[in-house]
């Protein structure tokens, strides 16, 4: 309009016309013709730009854009994980498929519904399964002098250091005495454990020394034990006394340790069966007692066990790594590398070369247990095996009598024979003997006694109880004797100077035998010389703690737990012992019972049966047994709430009928699933029609007239779902009805979905019974739906592997437009065995997620699915690599650094977040400067740091990573995913130490068994300098460079003056 306002006084024959409003008829005409050319222009300009994928900026058109090629918006997913209930005490119920259980909200956000996913048939007395924690006391005459420790029931039971206890045997072996060496009350376990006093202290060198001999001097002579039994030699050899300093005795031990922990993992890698009882024997408790020497050596010389201490001087190398006086930097300061302070400091990488050890353990995963109990491979002989829990059910079928019986006389039933210990008792009273020569009456006892007369009145010493006498010199020996009678006397004892006698209370007992029967050339002990102790108290003997570690596929439980079928889903927790060096790990599992078992040790005097649970693959982690929580009534659950609703009326007089899912909004997204289909994910919904269930089909278009199925449509945008039916020529109408429409869908879906454990606790469907809630393990895979940035890369996937497998690239395209995922890359790789097609994905949003969710077990499959069957698929989640970027920023005068600093953050996050980036895509620091520079405010920028932080995969890695972190680099690296076969050189030890395998399996992150496998070329355990050691041949994923927002400290800006 302004132009052509313009252009009217460039003519002289419109010179007259000097009006310029729109109230002139003529300018009126002008501004009509304006708004005409304004509309054609803007639909052409719309039609260029919103008809072209990548120009596209309205969702709606990328989403009718897609359709031109069928593809769909792919939906939020719903997050995945287990619900563990709890009954009250006695309840037992059927927990239906669909109870709902809400989460604790988080701050500003909304409790996310959870649904189980099928019945859960629950019981009070598997809301947690209790471990066996104690066993029968082995207490034998044979070894009860050799015991270290004993437990009493009772926590005030007054044992004091250096009180006598009497452990009986009955009539079969004489009793035995053993001192108190110190007592400690577990007052809310009501048990007192008691340290004994060892006859003669035992050496442990001399002990590891002992079991070394004898497990040389067994097994079979075979060639596959040569290496080892060489290695016992040599250990022997390490462990013969020859009289050196004690500051050796550690070198010595942990030399021999080694060399048989290298022997052990060498041979069990190369042997054979011949080797199997001997290795789990005799070889087993000489490493057991190796260890404990090193332990106790450890401990009483102050030192840290061998790989602490080489860790710490690995951290000193590769910290500074040049001797004083070489390479010295220009200012004198340091060597090496410097810690920015302007002195060295050799020790500032300990802890974090420290991680290495524990960095493999925490870093394993437990794998996923069968999706249902009806993929477990049942195994004939276990199931009816005499042991098997089964057994009873047939009694109770074919007697309906016995049903609960049999688990209820189990519980108690002695089957076991009696406990060989008869009883313990502490002999309360100490006394001194009397000469019977003071008796004046001079009696004397019947035959075959003796009389033992005792300082003292003493009340509690009873006939039928037994007297220890023990003589402290010449010769130290003690006899112990039984009281047949007990009489008190008044004794006079003769005054000096002529005085009265003095009475004095005296015990006299008349015992079976003699007891001042001293030693051979001791006669004539002194009576001062001897010491009494007497009166007998009984005490209760506790079982013995079971303080094995929870591991393998078998778990032994507290008594006889009845009900429990293969098939059911358990998740353990507790504190992790695989993590070495470390306490207060806790790790949880989810696994499935395979077999149940009903045991009892036959040997073990006094024992009662156990039920025993056999799990269907052993457990990744190892636990501290008494922190161990076996849940049992676990059940699998994903996010959504159930709706049902009515839909409408059928009119089989109207074609293509639709209806709206009311329940469905943008906040409340109809729920999807993962599955192993070409989207990766199927909807949960169904609809009937006159009560029967319809299909879905994802094209009306592709039906016949009488086929009855319904197509979905979603409209991401308004957030609506919509059910449509056919029109008689593409899919058969709908019967004609009233309200004979319905529908049951969920909704509630995405990222939010995934909870830490714990949070999932308040039960909104309480079936009678049920008390609580809760989620053992976190609820992972919940992912957003598409948004405009994805839908412009996942569009043109679907025109190239059109749901069928042949090249690479088509692997990676095809997980690439699957649900949830956010990015996916594929490439052919050998990992040390065969080729094969390796997956690399990333989750929509970057949420977490592992190998064994849902979500990527289900890529899997569907890989394997439409694939070539003859190729092996692999998926792995990418690795992260954090961007770090730490920078000063110049703000122009007529700005406020407060104001830019946020702008500037939210730029370098738009360029280096996850939305942003891809996987192997390297990071720039140019395209960083190019979008800080273009924020309103900012002068320039100047780049301290810019680095990115890797998965780092052993102590030199870590150092190096950290030590990266302090220059700009241009460019920071993203890798494809890769085979990474990393080789160690022995004789490269930073410490300047020899090379062993323990030494290379430490610095590497590996246990030494792992190592020895990872170079099956290897003869012996002994290292020649230049030798090539495979330390890694995994396969790597494709690395993520990202900047993340929830860490705050990997972007730093700082204002410039």
Known sequence: MAAMLERLAARPELGRLTARTTDDPAIALLDCWAVVADVLTFYGERHAQEGYLATAVEAESLVRLGRLVGHRPRPALGAGGYLAYTLDPGARTVVPAGSQAKSVPAQGGSPQTFETSEDLTADAAWNTLPVRMTAPPRLRAGTAAR???????????????????????????????RVVAGATADYPAALTAV??????????????????????????????????????????????????????????????????????????????AALTGWLAGEVADAVRALRAALSAVAAEQRRSLPETEYLRALAHALACPCTEGENEDADGSGYGYEDGCGSPDCDRATALVATAAVLPALRRTPPRPPAAGRDLVPDPCEAWDPRSDAVPGLLAAADPRLAGAVHRAWATQRIAPP???????????????????????????????????????????????????????PTPGSRLVGVLDVTQLRLPFPSPAGAPPVFVPVTRLTVDGPWHAAPEGDAGVPYGDITVWAAGEDLALAD??????????????????????PGRRLVVSGERTDVPGTTGVRGSEPVMLASVRQNVDADAGGDTVHTELLLAAPLTYTYRRDTVTVHGNVVPATQGETRSE??????????????????????????????????????????????VRRPRTEDLSLLGPADPAYALDRDPGAGTATVAFGDGVHGARLH?????????????????????????????????????????????GGAAADGPRDLRAVIPLRTRALDRLLSVRDYGDFARARAGIGRAAAARLFDGRREIVHVTVAAAGDVPVTASDPLTAGLEAALADFGDPHVPVRVDVRELVLLVLSAGVKVLPDHSFETVEPAVRAAVLGVLGFAARDLAEPARLSRVLAAAQAVPGV????????????????????????????????????????????VHVVGDDPTGAADTLTSIAVRHGLRVEELVALNPGLRSPALEPGRRLVVSVSVRPAQLAVMTPDLPQTLILRRLP
């Open 736 to 780: 004609s009805g009233v309200e004979n429409v319905t529908a049951v869908y969920r909704v509630g879906a995405g990222p939010d979905g995934n909870l830490p454990p714990g949070l999932i606790s308040q039960a909104v469907s309480r079936p009678l019974g049920v008390g609580s809630v809760t989620n053992p393990l976190a609820s992972t």
């Open 147 to 177: 015991l270290e420790r004993l437990a009493f029931t009772g926590s005030a039971l007054g044992l004091r250091p250096g009180d006598r206890l009497l452990l009986l045997f009955g009539t079969a072996h004489e009793p035995v005495v």
């Open 195 to 272: 340290d004994l006093v060892p006859d003669s202290p035992a050496d442990p060198a001399e002990t590891a020394r002992e079991a070394l001999l004898a497990a040389a001097l067994s097994g079979p002579r075979v060639p596959a034990a040569t290496v080892l039994r060489a290695l016992l030699a040599a250990a022997l050899e390490r462990l013969a006394p020859d009289g050196g300093a004690a500051s050796h005795a550690y070198g010595r031990v942990a030399d021999a340790a080694r060399l048989l922990a290298e022997g052990v993992a060498f041979t069990t890698a190369r042997g054979n």
């Open 939 to 982: 002068d320039h920028l100047d780049v301290d740091v810019f680095a990115g932080i890797g998965a780092a995969t052993d102590p030199l890695a870590l150092v190096d990573l950290v030590s990266g972190l302090r220059g700009a680099a241009a460019t920071v690296e993203a890798l494809p995913a890769r085979a990474d076969p990393r």
């Open 544 to 565: 013995d703690p079971v303080t094995e570690d929870v591991a393998g596929a078998r778990i032994e439980l507290a008594g006889v737990c009845p009900g429990l079928l």
């Open 646 to 691: 009515v839909l409408g009326s059928g009119d089989a007089s109207r074609g293509g009928q639709s209806f709206a899912l009311r329940g469905v909004t943008s906040s409340a997204p109809l729920t999807y699933l993962p599955a192993a289909t070409p989207d990766g994910a199927e909807p949960a919904l169904t609809v009937r029609v006159d009560g």
């Open 419 to 473: 406990r060989e210990n008869s009883g313990v008792q502490v002999l309360r009273v100490k006394a001194r003997p009397v000469d019977p020569a003071l008796d004046p009456q001079g009696a004397q006892p019947p035959a075959g006694t003796e009389y033992l007369y005792l300082e003292g009145h003493f009340d509690t010493v009873l006939p039928g109880s037994r007297v220890l006498a023990e003589q402290a010199r």
